[in-house]
């Protein structure tokens, strides 16, 4: 079984940071690709960033230049470092990994719990 845990998300103020952090663990075999989602009240689940193993990035135009997305491949783990927080970033965020399980040969796609980030006025 795979198992994932956010952490980092909370209350902060227009213009403050917040970091994200997804870990994955249990029976992995190989990691790839992993990205972070975010879903606003009212709003369908968007892709925001995601970043490939070799470290490549890539980014919706509403977080660019304020948002970095990171990874540490020997923790599996994926960070997401939002600066310039504006009211429109509030949203549960979701991080997912396509992950290659034990005894598999296929890369699922393994999702979060879901973090509150709540950005007030």
């Known amino acids: 079984q795979v198992q994932m845990a956010e952490s980092g998300g909370g209350l902060v103020q227009t213009g403050g940071s917040l970091r994200l952090s997804c870990a994955a663990s249990g029976s992995i075999f190989s990691v790839h690709a992993m990205g972070w989602y975010r879903q606003a009240p009212g709003k369908e689940r968007e892709l925001i960033a995601d970043?490939?193993?070799?470290?490549?990035?890539k980014y919706v135009d509403d977080v660019k230049g304020r948002f970095t997305i990171s990874r540490d491949n020997v923790k599996k783990m994926v960070f997401l470092q939002m600066n310039g927080l504006k009211a429109d970033d509030t949203a549960i965020y979701y991080c997912v990994m396509n992950i290659v399980p034990n005894h598999g040969n296929v890369g699922l796609d393994y999702w979060g719990e879901g973090i509150s980030v709540t950005v007030s006025p």
């Open positions: 970043i490939t193993y070799e470290g490549a990035t």
